[in-house]
């Protein structure tokens, strides 16, 4: 720590030290010694001239130096991993495990295509596909399961938020017909219209569930399935509608089986955006994965 700078180790050593509260599980942690962690964290302190933990009975807890401290320390290593991995990504051929969360329309379009031109052009890269819902998605975002994720907005997009993909409007859509072919379909004749919707948190549910509280009255919710397939089925035989995004209806052609009527009075636009992991540096292969599944959802979409 020359010129009181301190080093990336010295910081990955606080960063420890912070989370695990305690020096000699952060030792064990880091392969060395007790003595060793509280000299190189007295080190780190003096060249920084400021105290970052209260020594306590049973380990150790961040001052209000230290708490200002952590979120700034862990930008900076995250910063220089990817510094590290980037100079690294560029004497070799991508290679590794990408993990990617597909939303069900895009594995069951996408999923033969992206494995078949990422194999054809990075071999050394090992796709990891998973499947669920936006919600899902965001959590294994966040704890680093996945490394590239679909996610579902409803609502105006924000400028200033992840990558749109796609936008469509939420339709209704069953079988027999909602009086008549086509159309538009008020959002508040929800109210009346036996409804087939997945179980909460799901993002849909909750964005319909506040519309209608606005307007003071209750969705007709007959029954709640998650999944694309139980929904499918029930609305083919029983008298009951789903709430599907336009591009579903059109991409898995069921506007041919069912009727579907666009929702109004307010529209319920769909946004399909994508999102990688800030939990950990993203690797070049993950780098050239997202771009070939971004050119190949707008290309669906264009089509």
Not at 19 to 32: F, M
Not at 134 to 161: C, F, K, Q
Not at 237 to 253: I, T
Request: charged letters at 25%; hydrophobic letters at 45%.
């Amino acid at each position: 720590m020359a010129d009181g700078t301190p080093d990336l180790e010295a910081l990955r050593l606080f960063v420890k030290v912070a989370e695990l509260g305690n020096l000699s599980r952060a030792a064990t942690a880091l392969g060395t010694t007790q003595p060793s962690v509280s000299r190189a964290l007295r080190a780190l302190e003096d060249s920084l001239r400021a105290s970052l933990f209260h020594r306590t009975g049973r380990g150790v807890k961040l001052t209000t130096v230290g708490e200002e401290t952590l979120p700034k320390a862990r930008d900076l290593l995250a910063r220089a991993d990817r510094f590290s991995a980037d100079i690294r990504d560029q004497t070799r051929a991508p290679s590794g495990t990408v993990t990617v969360a597909l939303l069900t329309l895009y594995m069951r379009l996408l999923a033969a295509d992206l494995f078949d031109e990422v194999h054809r052009q990075f071999p050394g890269i090992v796709l990891r596909l998973l499947e669920s819902f936006s919600v899902e998605h965001e959590d294994w975002l966040s704890n680093g399961r996945v490394d590239i994720a679909l996610v579902t907005r409803y609502g105006r997009a924000r400028s200033d938020g992840p990558e749109v993909l796609a936008t469509s409007d939420v339709m209704v859509v069953g079988n027999p017909d909602l009086g008549g072919a086509g159309g538009e379909l008020p959002f508040r004749a929800l109210a009346s219209i036996p409804l087939v919707l997945p179980a909460s948190p799901n993002g849909l549910r909750l964005w319909v569930e506040e519309e209608a509280r606005r307007r003071r009255f209750r969705l007709n919710v007959v029954i709640e399935a998650d999944s694309v397939e139980a929904q499918h089925a029930i609305i083919s035989r029983e008298r009951c509608y789903a709430l599907w995004s336009q591009h579903s209806v059109r991409l898995q052609r069921f506007d041919a089986s069912f009727a579907a009527r666009r929702v109004v009075e307010p529209r319920l636009p769909r946004s399909v955006t994508m999102k990688t992991t800030t939990h950990h540096p993203l690797s070049r292969a993950s780098r050239e994965v997202a771009r070939i599944l971004r050119r190949r959802i707008l290309a669906v979409h264009a089509s």
